[in-house]
């Protein structure tokens, strides 16, 4: 298959392009193309491109652009709100989520939250990489983290907020026992309009007072992903897998 790679420059057919440091060392030394290799190019705003490889060496590699082979098109506007939690795992949730379509990765500061500080670009990167092997136009935005109050006062009323919500109402039981647990997401989902997010605690959970704040909102709908207790990455993916196929681009 012919890789494709995304870049933010304006791409239209005869133009030459030279690529940035990163994707230079990307296509010369990951992907080892030499002059006259193909390649696409592409981004939402001007679609994908046939290219070649017109210049490959030390200081520089360029790229120039053929016929257009896809138009620009809208896609899936699904957002993901997550608590960071491990390394490896926070990898895993922003590569799977754009694979899945998100196109809004938010990340959000909760009392429980583990790790407090973010390498916004090296996330951004791993989203790039992750919509050039999934076909994507688009390559999806990773915010800054910010404040789960921050996010909740700021929010867009018409977006319904689908919060992945394992806890019962019992301060007492484990996972807050049986009562005052969230519908099954299917069920809940069923007449949310458009637009959607998705939110994913850390791994101790959201805190009571973040749960009871969550709920009383008007645009939040709680939901349950079953009996067992999904690590953030898995409730991250099974979560954005049901609501691409029941309200989404799957359908
Ligand atoms: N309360 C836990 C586990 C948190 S799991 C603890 O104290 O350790 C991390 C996040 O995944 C949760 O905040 C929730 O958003 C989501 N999650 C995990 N399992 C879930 C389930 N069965 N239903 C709904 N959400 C779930």
Same mark, same amino acid.
């Given at each position: 298959m012919t890789p494709r790679l995304h870049l933010d420059a304006p791409l239209e057919e005869g133009a030459n392009l030279s690529l940035g440091e990163g994707q230079a060392h990307y296509v010369r030394n990951v992907l080892r193309r030499v002059v006259g290799d193909d390649l696409k190019m592409f981004n939402a705003r001007d679609g994908e491109f046939a290219a070649v490889v017109s210049r490959a060496d030390r200081k520089a590699v360029e790229i120039l652009l053929g016929a257009r082979l896809r138009p620009p098109a809208p896609e899936s506007d699904l957002w993901l709100l997550f608590a960071p939690v491990k390394r490896d795992a926070v990898d895993r949730i922003v590569e799977k989520a754009t694979e899945l379509g998100v196109a809004r990765l938010m990340p959000i500061e909760t009392? %429980?939250?583990?790790?407090? %500080?973010?390498?916004i670009d090296r996330l951004g990167a791993i989203a790039t990489e992750a919509a050039e092997q999934s076909g994507r136009l688009s390559a999806p935005k990773v915010d800054e983290l910010v404040p789960l109050a921050r996010a909740l006062e700021n929010w867009p009323p018409p977006r319904r907020l689908i919060y992945c919500d394992e806890q019962?109402?019992?301060?007492?039981?484990?996972?807050?026992?049986?009562?005052g647990r969230a519908p099954p997401l299917l069920s809940a989902i069923r007449s949310l309009k458009p637009p959607h997010a998705v939110l994913i605690g850390p791994e101790g959970g959201f805190s009571p007072a973040e749960r009871a704040r969550l709920r009383a909102l008007p645009f939040v709908c709680p939901v349950s992903l079953g009996p067992r207790i999904l690590r953030a990455d898995t409730a991250a993916i099974a979560a954005l897998a049901l609501v691409q196929a029941a309200l989404g681009d799957w359908r």
């Amino acid at each position: 298959m012919t890789p494709r790679l995304h870049l933010d420059a304006p791409l239209e057919e005869g133009a030459n392009l030279s690529l940035g440091e990163g994707q230079a060392h990307y296509v010369r030394n990951v992907l080892r193309r030499v002059v006259g290799d193909d390649l696409k190019m592409f981004n939402a705003r001007d679609g994908e491109f046939a290219a070649v490889v017109s210049r490959a060496d030390r200081k520089a590699v360029e790229i120039l652009l053929g016929a257009r082979l896809r138009p620009p098109a809208p896609e899936s506007d699904l957002w993901l709100l997550f608590a960071p939690v491990k390394r490896d795992a926070v990898d895993r949730i922003v590569e799977k989520a754009t694979e899945l379509g998100v196109a809004r990765l938010m990340p959000i500061e909760t009392e %429980r939250t583990q790790a407090h %500080r973010l390498n916004i670009d090296r996330l951004g990167a791993i989203a790039t990489e992750a919509a050039e092997q999934s076909g994507r136009l688009s390559a999806p935005k990773v915010d800054e983290l910010v404040p789960l109050a921050r996010a909740l006062e700021n929010w867009p009323p018409p977006r319904r907020l689908i919060y992945c919500d394992e806890q019962g109402d019992d301060a007492l039981a484990d996972w807050g026992g049986d009562t005052g647990r969230a519908p099954p997401l299917l069920s809940a989902i069923r007449s949310l309009k458009p637009p959607h997010a998705v939110l994913i605690g850390p791994e101790g959970g959201f805190s009571p007072a973040e749960r009871a704040r969550l709920r009383a909102l008007p645009f939040v709908c709680p939901v349950s992903l079953g009996p067992r207790i999904l690590r953030a990455d898995t409730a991250a993916i099974a979560a954005l897998a049901l609501v691409q196929a029941a309200l989404g681009d799957w359908r």
